[in-house]
């Protein structure tokens, strides 16, 4: 073919160009990780020797287990709080029929699109008068609203790709409206809301700006981390970060394994139903 | 049974009621904190348009808004030169190589925002490791002052918001019909030409939704221009922040606020007529 000698080496500068820009993408995790095992108190790269001295100063300071401990809490009940009431609004958003239902869908969204500083002096304010500051309630509700809408899109999403009648054929076979919902409709969504919930967790424990207003002196990782920021980088937040980073990378590995799980089952589905349709045809 | 198909569990259930939990949560918690800080905003204590008007007024003030929009520009604009081609090239592989690629993209995405933005101090302070590599190299002989500039935020705002960029335009870049391109071909168009006669205006929603979501995102930035800018790259976010906790001028800091989030509503409505919001969701359907 004529050109395909100047369309390979475009092809070539195209792979080079997605090779930089990844590698600009992945700087955070080749500058943050090596520099956690540095032995030297000073920053430096890459690092002459290896040592755990950073890790063990994150793990044995009281006030960084303490701050960690406490996302992990606020992170798992604002995972609960928000995946719950997450699922119920894409049930109620995708299954119903009702008027002012894309209104609703711009509110649920919205925390995602409208700057988080206009949400946290706005949740301040409004948390000071009721005397939610430095409460753990406060901190779950101010990660809900910004957590929520991230269930919302992936339950919504997995309920979109699901076919009624399957729900249908179950109830016409005789299981009620509960037996129908366990057995066929929630392992069918199982992984927009594992998905989701992953995501509730994430959004929570990285969460620094609303949390920074109305926590108080209770310090969460994030908060704490920052406050570091403004004093001194020593390594000990690179081990941090790195612990932040592992954390983020096993629940994104998490949701893609779902995810794949999800599109396997679906196909051999798919397959068999061809399978034995084809046969009852033939037979 | 009268009507099966009427007595089906769409209908039956009052979905509705399904809604009320988040209603209430987002009501209560979200839309009426928001109304009253904006209230504020008016009210110091009696009517009043002076916060308003020392925004346009203040000259300062007017800088830090022009500012703010200028970084958020940059930032759109590299992203997408940056984004354009990845997604390209994310589209057109087969789907195992782009699953594998596509996670280096994801994992810079959920990595913390606060993590991404200390990488980047690590890397470009006086004694940071950029420096160190350029002395050592003897390139320079004298540590450069990257750190708390604006290039230095605008490096680290595309790193960080990049992903948004890459993912909607390749959600509507796999949706095009590969079938146009070899029709334009077959018809004597060079590649070239079939791909700014063709491919090109196809992917332009894309390019519309990336750009938006990422300028939008990149307007209310906080934690990375406060940590790499310097005194003078101030932006709207910060200066909400210090009036909020530093001098308590709440009326202010709610003036601004309610400016910031005016821009940001006219660029989306401008954008739904225009494109569809649906299509920004669908950029955010992270993983």
Redesign the interface.
């Known amino acids: 073919m004529k ?1 395909a000698k100047g ?1 390979s080496w ?1 092809r070539l500068l ?2 080079f ?2 090779v930089m ?2 590698l ?6 080749l ?2 990780l090596p ?1 956690s095992f540095s032995s030297s108190s ?4 890459p690092p002459r020797s290896f040592s755990f001295q950073w890790y063990e100063k994150y793990f044995f300071d009281p006030s960084w287990t303490a701050a960690t401990l406490f996302s992990f809490q606020l992170g798992l009940v604002t995972m609960l709080v928000a995946s ?3 699922t ?2 894409a ?3 995708t ?4 008027r002012g239902k894309s209104w ?1 869908q ?21 948390f000071a008068k009721l005397k939610l500051i430095e409460s753990f309630l406060g901190l779950v ?2 990660h ?2 910004v957590a ?1 809408p ?1 269930v ?3 339950v919504s ?1 997995a309920l979109m790709g699901f076919d ?1 009648t399957l ?2 054929a179950a ?2 076979l005789g299981a009620n ?1 509960m037996r ?1 919902f366990l057995r066929v409709t929630f392992p069918l969504i199982r992984p927009g809301i594992l ?1 989701g919930a992953l ?1 509730a967790f ?1 959004i929570s ?2 969460e ?2 609303i949390t920074m ?1 109305i926590s108080g002196t209770r310090h969460t990782l ?1 908060v704490r ?2 406050m570091d ?1 403004w004093l001194e ?1 020593d390594p000990t ?2 081990a941090v ?1 790195s612990f ?2 592992i954390l ?2 096993a ?3 998490s ?2 394994w779902i ?1 794949r799980q999800a599109q396997r089952k679906y196909d051999t589905a798919v397959k068999t139903e061809e399978g034995e349709r084809w046969s009852s045809t033939t037979a | 049974m009268k009507d099966p198909q009427k007595k089906g569990w769409r209908s039956s259930t009052p979905a509705f009621y399904l809604l009320i939990p988040s209603l209430a949560l987002l009501l209560v918690f979200f839309v009426v904190p928001i109304l009253r800080i904006f209230s504020l905003s008016f009210w110091d204590p009696v009517f009043t348009l002076k916060h308003y008007l020392r925004i346009f007024q203040v000259e300062v003030y007017l800088q830090v808004l022009l500012r703010t929009l200028t970084v958020a520009l940059l930032v759109s604009f590299f992203c997408l030169i940056l984004g354009y081609p990845v997604a390209y090239l994310l589209a057109e592989l087969p789907p195992r190589i782009t699953n594998i690629l596509m996670i280096l993209v994801l994992i810079p995405l959920w990595t913390s925002v606060l993590v991404r933005t200390y990488a980047w101090m690590v890397l470009l302070g006086r004694e940071g490791l950029l420096n160190k590599l350029l002395l050592y190299l003897q390139v320079v002989s004298q540590p450069l002052s990257l750190l708390y500039t604006s290039k230095a935020v605008v490096l680290g705002m595309v790193q960080i918001l990049l992903p948004f960029m890459i993912l909607p335009l390749f959600s509507v870049m796999k949706g095009i019909d590969r079938t146009l391109l070899r029709a334009s071909q077959s018809l004597g168009a060079g590649p070239a030409r079939t791909f700014l006669r063709v491919y090109f205006p196809l992917s332009l929603p894309g390019v519309a939704a990336g750009f938006i979501l990422v300028f939008i995102l990149a307007l209310g930035f906080f934690i990375t221009p406060a940590l790499l800018g310097g005194r003078k790259d101030i932006m709207i976010s910060m200066l909400i922040e210090n009036q909020v906790r530093e001098l308590l001028n709440w009326g202010f800091a709610a003036a601004l606020s309610l400016v910031l989030l005016l821009i940001t509503f006219v660029i989306l409505a401008v954008f739904h007529r225009f494109v569809g919001l649906e299509k920004l969701t669908g950029g955010m359907k992270l993983s």
């Open positions: 050109g369309l475009g195209l792979w160009f997605t820009v990844l600009y993408l992945a700087i955070p995790l500058v943050v520099i000073y920053l430096e790269f719950l009431i997450g119920l609004a049930f109620g958003v299954r119903g029929r009702f609703f711009v509110l649920i969204l919205s925390p995602m699109i409208i700057p988080v500083i206009v949400i946290s002096i706005a949740t301040y304010s409004f509700i101010g809900s609203v929520v991230f919302f899109i992936n999403a009624v729900e249908k109830s016409s409206r129908t998905t995501f994430i424990f990285d620094l700006i207003f994030p981390m920052w920021l980088i937040i690179a970060s932040l980073i983020s990378m629940a994104l590995l949701a893609e995810r």
